[in-house]
């Protein structure tokens, strides 16, 4: 498949307006968003669940457009998690369904703006077509260089790291080996920089279960909005409240004067 640089269009008409608010370095690198509220968006209007969850989908296309244009190189949005299998049969396949829709909709286009598509989490316990679409998307972007693209769906971070600890047990590490370089190689998220910024919306402060070895120094927006309704000037307010931020990382930050 070929290559694909991500066109000046994909940056948008504004990148040089957002340019000027943000310098560089008060942009994050890669945001994580956990997606709440499709639900309650939906039962708030009187609707199924599943429409909340199909206004969702419909969302990730502008949403992640915005973060490319202020710079923003990777994107990591939480689908479906590892305790979601609880929810109703109904809703659960109905989210396997809405998943397959989008991957065959918005994949090519996506491949088109050169962006690589990853996912995070688990394929065995999907349908096997499911399986073979997500894994057919990973194939077809994975040469882009431009924006990346991670849908964490059948995730959870304490399943991630204890997948990554029995395949080292099964290479036959050695406990005085192991070290946290060693234990990251194992995680999904190889090769993608932990996160700077993880987002919440919907108004719950809590994790859940969400990039927990790469999270360790995110700093951390929620929001009251539910997902669907995570416009453009939401995004905006995110990165405002980033750019605020002074990370020590654990260390003591000294102002720069005399």
Not at 28 to 43: K, L, Q, S, Y
Not at 168 to 182: I, R
Request: charged share 30%; glycine share 8%; hydrophobic share 40%.
């Amino acid at each position: 498949m070929q290559r694909r640089r991500a066109p000046d269009a994909y940056a948008g008409a504004e990148a040089e307006r957002s340019q000027a608010r943000f310098a560089p370095e008060e942009v994050p690198t890669h945001v994580a968003i956990i997606m709440d509220g499709n639900g309650r968006w939906a039962e708030g209007r009187g609707l199924p669940r599943l429409a909340g969850h199909r206004a969702g989908t419909e969302n990730i296309r502008p949403v992640a457009r915005c973060f490319a244009e202020y710079g923003v190189k990777h994107l990591t949005l939480f689908a479906f998690s590892t305790e979601n299998w609880t929810r109703p049969e109904d809703e659960v396949t109905g989210l396997f369904d809405l998943l397959a829709d989008v991957i065959e909709i918005q994949t090519r286009e996506l491949h088109r703006e050169g962006v690589r598509l990853r996912h995070l989490g688990r394929l065995d316990r999907l349908p096997d077509s499911l399986q073979a679409s997500i894994e057919s998307s990973v194939a077809m972007t994975k040469d882009n260089d431009g924006f990346e693209l991670s849908i964490a769906f059948d995730y959870g971070g304490r399943d991630e790291i204890l997948q990554a600890v029995r395949r080292l047990l099964a290479a036959g590490v050695a406990p005085d080996d192991l070290d946290e370089a060693k234990l990251s190689q194992h995680l999904y998220t190889y090769g993608v920089p932990d996160p700077d910024l993880i987002v919440r919306t919907a108004g719950e402060m809590r994790l859940s279960n969400f990039l927990l070895w790469q999270g360790a120094y995110a700093e951390h927006y929620v929001t009251n909005a539910c997902w669907p309704d995570f416009d453009r000037a939401e995004a905006i307010r995110a990165l405002e409240a980033y750019r605020g931020r002074r990370r020590s990382f654990g260390g003591v930050l000294r102002d720069n004067t005399d």
